[in-house]
């Protein structure tokens, strides 16, 4: 009897430490995006600060431009931060991608404007960018590998999850933030200084990511790090296929994503014709609703599969993005465009709940952060950093239209690769827990599920 009393509070002792290792990964993901997605929030009211000429669109053009670009500097975070991650350790990533973060937002809220320093305000503006973009493609990859790793098997799409509740919750405090500075201050305020004030609180946001992420427990063994091929571009070669497939449904899952969060804002302001008020409202409360969607994705994902999950993803994103979007661009009543959002939202959490997690369980431990960050980064760069980018030259030579069956088309590559591929589930490299945590030493113990020669081939 007592044998199994210590073996329950053992057990129940390591669930406690896989929730609160889930929990300090999680906050250090969710400001990072916050940092990254307070940029797309302001660009309204900061676009005539950096860049002066032209219209409200050729402005938006510009600064959606410089959001892209950071997206660029993604597959080179994923690839050093990945391979720091699969060398050195998980830990030690995700430290120095949130210290990085910190230093961009920083010198965004210092920044001197057009007025002051002419052009080459906006050149800091792309510099400082690049360095965010460097930061959170490092980040996605690491966080979504640590937070898959320590989750429990048979809940695996549940509590990795978690990692789009932060991603979405960084964008949600983002917008919450505009929008009670929207309340606070005027219009003149807030172009004038007020936008500087999220990027001020984001860096502090760090200091405070970074002190909890200190605590964390390690999850890449010592001889996971010291295999010759760890984090290497030689030993993710080996698992090609797996990358091939992750950069396709991460274009189409990418695109979609941000299309109906981050786009979607300037899209009923700009297209719709909505105050920028009511437009903030809608997609706060949209976002939060989102984001409380994602559990609920991810546990289903525990019971139908991921592969199923991903079909689903990929045939409503086919059939409903073109409606949706036509719905959207005459919308009048903000409840019926927040009805529409949320209809999408709920189309991209069958991706965005698991996407973390199915990168994760197509590669083995020594080439994993590499291969989620890197895979990730490549198709999220293209085809989801440029949805902004894209949607606004259609929109300003008149084919704004032809947008929407562009995601479409993205989301139809995303379902046939879906299709073609196994599920990550049953047949990929996290069948069973990967991890035994050392409640003593505070570092976890690999199992014979660590050694990924025993698994199959994604």
């Known amino acids: 009897m007592s044998d199994i009393k210590s073996a ?107 007025a002051t320093i002419g052009a080459f305000a906006p050149a800091l503006l792309l510099v400082a960018r690049l360095f965010q973009g460097l930061s959170v493609g490092g980040e996605y990859g690491t966080s979504a590998t640590y937070m898959s790793e320590v989750a429990p098997s048979g809940r695996r799409g549940f509590f990795a999850s978690f990692q789009y509740v932060t991603l979405i919750g960084g964008q949600l405090a983002a917008v919450l933030v505009l929008f009670v500075m929207q309340q ?80 979607m804002q300037k899209y009923l302001v700009n297209t719709a014709g909505m105050d920028a008020k009511t437009a903030s409202a809608v997609m706060t409360c949209a976002l939060f609703v989102y984001m409380l969607l994602q559990p609920l994705f991810g546990a289903l994902s525990d019971k139908i599969g991921r592969r199923n999950s991903m079909l689903c993803f990929g045939v409503l994103g086919v059939l409903c993005t073109v409606p949706i979007l036509h719905l959207l661009k005459d919308v009048t009543n903000p409840y019926a465009a927040f009805g529409l959002a949320i209809l999408a939202l709920a189309i991209v959490s069958f991706y965005t709940s698991i996407s973390g997690l199915i990168k994760a369980e197509m590669f083995p431990a020594e080439v994993r952060a590499l291969g989620v960050g890197l895979s990730y980064a490549v198709g999220n760069a293209v085809f989801g950093g440029s949805a902004e980018f894209v949607a606004l030259s259609l929109k300003s030579i008149g084919m704004e239209s032809t947008f929407y069956y562009y995601v479409s088309a993205l989301c139809a590559v995303a379902l046939l690769v879906s299709f073609r591929m196994p599920d990550s589930q049953r047949d990929g490299h996290m069948t069973q827990d990967d991890y035994e945590f050392d409640h003593d030493a505070a570092q976890p113990a690999t199992t014979a599920a660590g050694n990924s020669s025993t698994r199959k081939p994604a």
């Open 184 to 263: 606070v201050l005027t219009t003149e305020e807030l172009r004038a200084w007020g936008w500087r004030i999220p990027f001020v609180l984001g860096a502090c946001g760090a200091l405070i990511a970074l002190y909890l992420r200190r605590s964390l427990a390690e999850t890449s063994s010592k001889e996971t790090r010291a295999n010759k091929e760890a984090g290497t571009l030689a030993g993710l070669l080996k698992h090609k296929k797996a990358f091939i497939n992750v950069v396709g449904f991460t274009a189409g899952g990418s695109l979609m994503f941000y299309t109906f969060t981050t786009y």
């Open 8 to 114: 329950a509070a053992a057990k129940a002792a390591d669930y406690r430490k896989r929730i609160y290792a889930i929990l300090g990964a999680s906050s250090g993901n969710l400001v990072e995006w916050f940092d990254f997605y307070v940029y797309s929030f302001c660009a309204i009211y900061f676009a005539p600060v950096f860049f002066p000429k032209g219209d409200s669109t050729s402005q938006l053009l510009n600064t959606a431009g410089v959001f892209a670009a950071g997206f660029l500097m993604r597959p080179i975070g994923g690839w050093l931060f990945g391979r720091i991650a699969d060398k050195h350790g998980r830990r030690t990533s995700m430290m120095i991608s949130v210290i990085m973060m910190c230093g961009g937002s920083l010198a965004i809220a210092c920044m001197p404007t057009y």
